[in-house]
């Protein structure tokens, strides 16, 4: 495919060789031979009048010009693709369609298994990528990504369906509560070191805001990226964590977790939603992919009762 007598597959080149700056690596991820890669990387080099890519030491390193069209040829991309993906209709039991989502640990371990039951019944051919959000704040944020999974009411804008309702609680080991339910947690939560779950700079996640309520300044002795791993890293230690109560549950049959309430007074809900970009709201495909993932994810839309 052509447009004004440039080849748009040497788009996909120009993107593949800006982001990974190597042009046996760039060839490999398009299946292409190292000679016609390296034809390629000629013909844009013509095109744009500069050598993009340059060898300093042992490196390959972009050129300010390569710096500028990364992302922007990273985003044509999105958009050519998306553009050729759309059809007047969307059979999702004869699609072998690969659609992307961004989402936590959290919230992938959630709702991977009921859309997979889904998915068996309703379209086998179909195959749902999960990938880590974006390490950085996302304000309008739609990512590149077919749908992005994220909290509501933390500076996400723009079209979205809840697909599950959570509350926080803490976890220790049980070495250090005798009795949860008569044990004081917020003094556990003031005097504990805690290890907390990161999701990028200046993140305000829903157990930090908890923590605000409870005027509790935490001393912070680890931390991860996303909840997952949190009650694995309490068990056997000296360590406290505020974690999803649905994640909770999944740690309890370990004798060494106990699960804390907190106070209803400072109960934070941690409600995630699917989030897509608003342009792409009439793609049939899009339709059927957030259709699947409400009906596939209603049981956890609930509200989840204490334990």
Not at 44 to 72: I, K, S
Not at 189 to 204: D, K, Q, R, Y
Request: proline residues 7%; aromatic residues 4%; negative net charge.
């Amino acid at each position: 495919m052509a447009l004004g007598g440039l080849d748009l597959n040497l788009l996909r080149t120009l993107q593949a060789l800006l982001d990974t700056r190597n042009v046996t690596r760039a060839g490999e991820r398009l299946h292409l031979s190292q000679p016609a890669t390296s034809a390629a990387l000629a013909k844009l080099r013509r095109h744009f009048d500069d050598e993009l890519l340059v060898r300093v030491g042992r490196d390959m390193q972009l050129t300010p010009l390569a710096q500028t069209l990364l992302p922007l040829s990273t985003e044509a991309l999105i958009h050519v693709e998306r553009t050729f993906d759309v059809r007047a209709e969307f059979d999702a039991a004869s699609s072998d369609r690969r659609f992307s989502v961004r989402a936590s640990d959290y919230a992938t371990c959630m709702v991977n298994e009921p859309m997979r039951r889904l998915l068996a019944k309703e379209a086998p051919g179909i195959s749902v990528d999960f990938a880590p959000p974006p390490r950085e704040r996302l304000v309008s944020g739609i990512t590149e990504a077919d749908l992005l999974v994220a909290p509501v009411g933390f500076g996400m804008n723009g079209p979205h369906d809840v697909v599950l309702r959570d509350h926080f609680v803490a976890v220790v080991s049980r070495a250090h509560v005798l009795d949860p339910a008569e044990c004081d947690v917020v003094k556990l939560l003031a005097e504990m070191p805690h290890v907390v779950g990161t999701f990028g700079e200046g993140i305000v996640t829903p157990a930090d805001r908890l923590l605000e309520q409870l005027d509790i300044r935490r001393h912070v002795a680890a931390a991860v990226n996303g909840f997952l791993s949190l009650p694995m890293l309490v068990s056997g230690t000296d360590l406290i964590a505020l974690v999803p109560l649905r994640l909770a549950r999944r740690f309890e049959a370990l004798d060494d977790i106990a699960v804390l309430d907190i106070p209803e007074s400072a109960s934070t809900p941690l409600v995630e939603a699917i989030w897509w970009d608003p342009a792409r709201t009439a793609d049939p495909a899009l339709q059927w992919l957030r259709g699947a993932f409400v009906r596939a994810c209603e049981p956890l839309s609930r509200e989840l009762p204490d334990a």
